[in-house]
């Protein structure tokens, strides 16, 4: 009575693209999906799984909830640009130096940021929701 069998090789796999990967990666080679929690508590990693998330939501975007997930983070960022700008506006006008003018820069940059994530990721949703009515059976 033998119990000896093959070692096996157990490989683990990217959850979100089944490419296999060796243990101790912290990102999936393939797809770049955050594989471990060091991925998501090391800062400069945490920074690389959050784009993940929000570059999955802005080209894919496949449930309502994402669309208005994006519109809630992003708006909030593009809120707040808009507002940084507006208040060193005056300032700008009063010659208030640089610092004021580093602030409407980094707000009109939030703005931007902000408004592109939104635009891109509602006119992806709208594509799909299109793309899925046109392509429904038995019309
Ligand atoms: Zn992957």
Redesign the pocket.
């Known amino acids: 009575m033998s119990d000896r069998h093959l070692p096996v090789v157990q490989r683990a796999l ?1 959850q ?4 296999p990967y060796t243990p101790g990666t912290h990102f ?1 080679p ?4 955050p594989l471990s929690s060091f991925a998501t508590i090391a800062p400069w990693e945490r920074i690389q799984a959050e784009r993940h998330i929000f570059a999955n939501a802005a080209s894919d975007p496949r449930k309502p909830i994402t669309l208005i997930g994006v519109w809630l983070i992003f708006g909030a960022m593009l809120a707040s640009g808009l507002a940084l700008t507006i208040m060193c506006f005056p300032l700008q006008l009063r010659n208030l130096g640089v610092e004021s003018a580093l602030i409407a820069l980094t707000g009109v940059f939030l703005a931007f940021i902000g408004g592109f994530v939104i635009v891109r990721t509602t006119i992806n949703y709208l594509k799909k929701k299109r793309h899925a009515i046109d392509t429904e059976p038995g019309e």
Do not use: V
């Open positions: 990217c979100e693209c089944l490419t999936c393939k797809c770049g999906a």
